[in-house]
C-alpha cells in the first residue's frame, strides 16, 4: 500500500547551517496567548460596573441618566 508520505517520512530532521536554532523561550513565545484588542477587557469591566450601578439605582427607584 502507497501512502501519500511514504517518500518524506523517514528522512533526517533538517538542520540549517545558516539559522542556529531557536530557543525554547523564544518558540514558546510564538505560542502564548495574546490580547489583540488591548484595553478591551478594561472597557468591558468599565461598562459592566455602569450597568451594574444602574440595575442597582433602578431597583431603588431612582432615576438613572441613560
Do not use: C, W
Not at 17 to 25: C, N
Not at 35 to 42: K, R
Request: hydrophobic share 30%; glycine share 2%.
Amino acid at each position: 500500500m502507497n501512502n501519500k508520505y511514504d517518500d518524506i517520512i523517514n528522512l533526517p530532521h533538517y538542520v540549517s547551517s545558516k539559522h542556529k536554532p531557536m530557543s525554547l523561550e523564544a518558540r514558546a513565545a510564538q505560542f502564548a496567548p495574546f490580547s489583540a484588542l488591548t484595553g478591551y477587557e478594561d472597557e468591558i469591566s468599565k461598562t459592566e460596573k455602569l450597568v451594574e450601578e444602574q440595575v442597582k439605582l433602578k431597583n431603588t427607584n431612582i432615576k438613572t441618566y441613560e
